[in-house]
């Protein structure tokens, strides 16, 4: 699956602070602009995981579930 969000960075002494408004929750750091964003993006696809099986859990066993590719 494909997806972009905004990731806000700001400096913080010698931290990178980035987060996601896209995604509540989503919050990354590190020590350079890269590392920021990779640890963002992780928090990000863990939080969208969860939330996958959250929202299924209560899904009957008789419905059709498909995939569909937004872009």
């Known amino acids: 699956m494909h997806n972009e969000f905004t990731a806000i960075i700001e ?3 010698n931290w ?3 987060y996601c408004l896209e995604i509540p929750g989503a919050n990354g750091q590190g020590h ?3 590392e920021c964003k990779k640890s ?3 928090a990000i696809s863990l939080i969208l995981v969860d939330r996958r099986e959250d929202a299924l859990e209560g899904v ?4 059709i ?3 569909i590719t937004v872009e």
């Open 65 to 67: 579930r498909e995939v």
């Open 40 to 42: 963002l993006a992780e």
């Open 11 to 13: 400096p913080d002494e």
């Open 32 to 34: 350079t602009i890269e």
């Open 60 to 63: 009957s066993k008789n419905a």
């Open 16 to 18: 990178f602070v980035g």
